[in-house]
């Protein structure tokens, strides 16, 4: 049988603004299996980036339980979660979030330097990450001196840093121009059939999520049956 990863198990997030609440997840169950790639689509507000958050383990439901590699994430203490979430999980964003005045090369060392990896081999794993995205001649470049595409390949870098088994990815390809976001998804569907690694990608656009194995469609903060 195949290793779950990750499961969510009636799962809500409620929202409160003052006298609101906004239920931006309503009861949502995901099995997700290693070296699965997995896209989630619907439109905007279904709750996909919610659902990402509590995937990744960056925040808790409201009720439902999550469990990560068999552990209820509830039950963990934060510093223990931070750790098991730096070691076994990528994150890339839609607006890559590199941090500005470090060079794309200290970008993906930073990670490395967090889980206490010692300098010389932090530089040389990130040389290295940077070579397989492309980017060797660009290693001491600001994120400011490249372009969309080049900080999302230098953000892909640094989420496989620790080389973790998952990579959770909103909109990868968002920011890019077409040919850009073509190369992105290479370079993910690369990682999920050479490296094996288990991609979870939220989408708005189908052509992306075709090239997913399986996808999962929210529709205000429930997951549309029979996909
Ligand atoms: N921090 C928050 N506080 C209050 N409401 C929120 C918060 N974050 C999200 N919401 C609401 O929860 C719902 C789901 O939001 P979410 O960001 O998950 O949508 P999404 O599917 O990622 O949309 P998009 O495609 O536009 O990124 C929306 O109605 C949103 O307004
Ligand atoms: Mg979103």
């Not at 049988?1 to 931006?24: F, P, R």
């Not at 920011?175 to 690369?190: I, P």
Request: hydrophobic share 40%; net charge negative; glycine share 8%.
């Amino acid at each position: 049988m195949k290793q779950t990863v990750i499961q969510l198990t009636d799962v809500w997030k409620v929202y409160s603004m003052g006298e609101v609440e906004v239920n931006a997840l309503q009861g949502v169950d995901v099995h997700i299996t290693k070296g699965e790639f997995v896209a989630i689509v619907g439109s905007s507000g279904s709750g996909k980036s919610t659902m990402m958050n509590l995937v990744g383990c960056l925040d808790l439901p409201t009720r439902g339980v999550i469990f990560l590699d068999g552990k209820d994430i509830a039950k963990l203490s934060e510093s223990t979660l931070a750790q098991i979430r730096g070691q076994k999980i990528g994150f890339i964003f839609q607006q890559f979030n590199l941090i500005p005045n470090l060079t794309a090369l200290e970008n993906v060392m930073l990670p490395l330097e967090f889980q206490d990896t010692p300098a010389g081999e932090a530089r040389k794993k990130a040389i290295a990450l940077l070579e397989i995205v492309g980017l060797s001649d660009r290693m001491h470049h600001l994120p400011s001196q490249l372009s969309g595409g080049q900080q999302q390949r230098v953000a892909i870098a640094r989420a496989l840093s620790n080389d973790p088994e998952v990579i959770l990815a909103d909109e990868p390809t968002g920011n890019l121009d077409t040919s850009s976001g073509t190369e992105v998804m290479a370079l993910l569907e690369r990682l999920w059939k050479r490296e094996g690694k288990t991609i979870i990608m939220v989408t708005h656009d189908m052509n992306l999520a075709e090239h997913a194995e399986r996808r999962i469609r929210l529709k205000d903060g429930k997951i549309v049956k029979g996909e």
